[in-house]
């Protein structure tokens, strides 16, 4: 698949996936949406890999890996789901874009990390500031969004912290593998969830919502994971980075546009911090080195000729 292709698949996908978690999810049962959507996707990815005459690893590493993932996946998509019911996509799409910065504060406490620089705690700072922002507008609204933002933040955080657990086994698994292994794993977590959240044992769904199921399976938990990690290995990180300031301004707009949803000026307020946060965090190593280039090229300028 050309390189440009599968960026473009992330950026649609990523935009359109937090609408459509809120419309699987509006019948009013948000585990037997997600769990119908993971074994959608489980059982699709099998077939794909069956086709390609492949198995799934199940050594001890390799397991180790698969359980790693089932907190960013099993954790973060049921936390998601739930706060799907009261939280505007668009700001999902918000608080999930700050996984880099979470995941580098994850990194300061373990071993072996690399040190965050100035304009990483700046963007950390800033992110804090605005997470501040849309949460002092719930408190003061009295709304119910206060939980549900917590459960956002909640989820990003073991997104983030699953994801550097799987770094860490480093079990060599591609894509595919590692996505049925993570999904295998926890498909069991959301089946029992689901037999004690009291929901009906017949998965109640509009067909705005069935529709929102089939896509998230195929397209937001195989394809756009698959295209994913294609660009990570073709592309630099900077580049790849910039899908996290792309679509939660997308999917902010889709919300209004088509699901009618008008955050407040000052959520809105906090987005945007957030957002140049995110810009800060990524890019100021790219930035970093463009002004040091630049005085190196004047110091030579400078310097006489021998």
């Given at each position: 698949?050309?390189?440009?292709?599968?960026?473009?698949?992330?950026?649609?996908?990523?935009?359109?996936?937090?609408?459509?978690?809120?419309?699987?999810?509006?019948?009013?049962?948000?585990?037997?949406?997600?769990?119908?959507?993971?074994?959608?996707?489980?059982?699709?990815?099998?077939?794909?890999?069956?086709?390609?005459?492949?198995?799934?690893?199940?050594?001890?590493?390799?397991?180790?890996?698969?359980?790693?993932?089932?907190?960013?996946?099993?954790?973060?998509?049921?936390?998601?789901?739930?706060?799907?019911?009261?939280?505007?996509?668009?700001?999902?799409?918000?608080?999930?874009?700050?996984?880099?910065?979470?995941?580098?504060?994850?990194?300061?406490?373990?071993?072996?990390?690399?040190?965050?620089?100035?304009?990483?705690?700046?963007?950390?700072?800033?992110?804090?500031?605005?997470?501040?922002?849309?949460?002092?507008?719930?408190?003061?609204?009295?709304?119910?969004?206060?939980?549900?933002?917590?459960?956002?933040?909640?989820?990003?955080?073991?997104?983030?912290?699953?994801?550097?657990?799987?770094?860490?086994?480093?079990?060599g698994l591609g894509p595919l593998e590692q996505t049925l292994g993570a999904l295998g794993l926890s498909l069991p977590c959301?089946?029992?969830?689901?037999?004690?959240?009291?929901?009906?044992?017949?998965?109640?769904?509009?067909?705005?919502?069935?529709?929102?199921?089939?896509?998230?399976?195929?397209?937001?938990?195989?394809l756009g994971f698959l295209c994913y990690f294609l660009i990570l290995s073709r592309l630099t990180a900077a580049t790849v980075?910039?899908?996290?300031?792309?679509?939660?301004?997308?999917?902010?707009?889709?919300?209004?546009?088509?699901?009618?949803?008008?955050?407040?000026?000052?959520?809105?307020?906090?987005?945007?911090?957030?957002?140049?946060?995110?810009?800060?965090?990524?890019?100021?190593?790219?930035?970093?080195?463009?002004?040091?280039?630049?005085?190196?090229?004047?110091e030579l300028e400078r310097s006489p000729l021998d």
């Open positions: 698949m050309p390189t440009a292709a599968a960026y473009l698949i992330v950026v649609l996908v990523w935009a359109t996936t937090p609408l459509a978690i809120k419309w699987s999810a509006e019948a009013g049962a948000p585990v037997g949406s997600v769990m119908l959507r993971m074994l959608i996707a489980f059982l699709a990815g099998m077939v794909v890999l069956l086709l390609m005459r492949r198995r799934l690893r199940r050594d001890t590493r390799a397991m180790k890996s698969y359980a790693a993932a089932v907190p960013g996946v099993f954790g973060a998509m049921a936390l998601s789901y739930h706060a799907s019911m009261t939280l505007p996509s668009g700001m999902m799409s918000v608080i999930f874009g700050m996984a880099p910065l979470i995941s580098g504060l994850i990194l300061q406490l373990l071993p072996g990390a690399v040190k965050l620089r100035r304009w990483h705690w700046f963007g950390c700072t800033l992110g804090v500031a605005g997470l501040a922002v849309v949460f002092a507008d719930s408190l003061v609204l009295g709304s119910d969004q206060l939980p549900a933002l917590l459960m956002m933040l909640l989820a990003v955080t073991l997104f983030s912290g699953s994801g550097i657990t799987v770094q860490r086994v480093a079990a959301f089946f029992i969830l689901w037999l004690i959240s009291g929901e009906p044992m017949a998965v109640p769904l509009s067909a705005r919502g069935l529709w929102s199921v089939l896509y998230l399976a195929l397209f937001g938990s195989l980075a910039l899908v996290t300031l792309i679509t939660p301004i997308l999917a902010l707009g889709l919300g209004m546009t088509l699901n009618q949803e008008q955050p407040s000026s000052s959520m809105l307020a906090g987005a945007v911090l957030i957002l140049v946060a995110l810009g800060a965090y990524l890019f100021g190593d790219r930035l970093a080195r463009l002004k040091a280039a630049r005085e190196r090229t004047a």
